[in-house]
């Protein structure tokens, strides 16, 4: 991995009105690196999220992209000074995102929902939009639906889609955002299958999940967050079976009940206090 993060967030805040949802948010993403965002709803991990590409402007603190200030022209200035959409669209370029919504034009095959933003964005020819797009529905395993309808496709095959939409731009990092949300449960594994075969590849990933069994078998880094603020941080082997913050192993007690095969006399709670790593949860990457 390269010694300098690809994405950087040095004191990152973002207010709606009097709500302040992120407060202070520091993080670092190497190349390579599989960063989880979990915590409970309403935590600030979309939010965290959406700032790492500008969807949401953040407020306060700076997010840089492979070394470069995203958003604005210069640091620590206020009020801010904001950048132009034709420089931050060029920090960001680097960076793709597949949404908790599918977001599919109806109206268009699956092949032209791929080709579309190579076209529209990045202004490629189409006969190379194309090529690149029946590329990148090879790697989710879907370039035989390439001249079908999205109408046409399960809920698993349309996320897949979505992340072929965003691999065909060629990015450094991949944001995702609860990318399995959407799913019914028999769908879920198709979907993580091709997450973590990207993973596999080295694809930099940083992804909001509540999935906590994929997050511990896949990532190198959890970052668990609440109240807009991160509570804790570290490899899945520390945050999954050696828990440090009380509120942590409240948050997941119910997977823990859900998931441990507890003997009879002991419970969830005694289970997190003895830091008993669970099947699964002590490595990172998944292999």
């Avoid at 973590?196 to 930099?204: D, K, P, V, Y």
């Avoid at 520390?238 to 507890?262: A, E, H, V």
Wanted: with cysteine; proline share 6%.
């Amino acid at each position: 991995m390269s010694a300098l993060p690809v994405i950087q967030l040095r004191a990152v805040g973002k207010s709606y009105g009097a709500a302040r949802v992120l407060k202070g948010i520091d993080l670092d993403v190497m190349r390579g690196e599989i960063v989880t965002l979990i915590g409970p709803s309403g935590s600030g991990k979309t939010t965290a999220l959406r700032c790492m590409n500008f969807l949401e402007p953040y407020d306060e603190g700076e997010v840089w992209i492979k070394g470069q200030l995203l958003g604005y022209r210069s640091a620590g200035r206020t009020p801010r000074d904001r950048d132009s959409e034709a420089s931050i669209a060029e920090v960001r370029r680097p960076v793709a995102m597949v949404f908790q919504q599918f977001n599919l034009w109806p109206h268009m095959t699956v092949l032209a929902n791929v080709a579309a933003p190579l076209v529209l964005s990045k202004k490629i020819g189409k006969n190379e939009a194309r090529r690149l797009a029946l590329a990148a529905l090879g790697r989710v395993g879907l370039a035989q639906k390439a001249d079908a309808y999205p109408s046409r496709l399960s809920g698993g095959q349309q996320q897949r889609v979505g992340i072929a939409r965003a691999l065909a731009i060629e990015p450094e990092v991949m944001l995702l955002d609860e990318p399995t949300s959407a799913l019914d449960p028999e769908l879920v594994e198709e979907v993580l299958s091709v997450i973590r075969s990207l993973a596999q590849e080295g694809m930099t990933m940083v992804m909001v999940t509540h999935e906590m069994s994929f997050a511990a078998k896949i990532s190198d880094k959890v970052v668990f967050m609440e109240a807009g603020q991160i509570v804790e941080a570290g490899p899945p082997a520390q945050l999954f079976g050696n828990t440090r913050t009380t509120r942590l192993q409240q948050f997941l007690k119910p997977w823990f009940d859900r998931s441990l095969p507890l003997s009879s006399g002991t419970s969830a709670d005694t289970a997190l206090q003895t830091s008993a790593p669970v099947s699964g949860a002590t490595t990172g990457k998944a292999a």
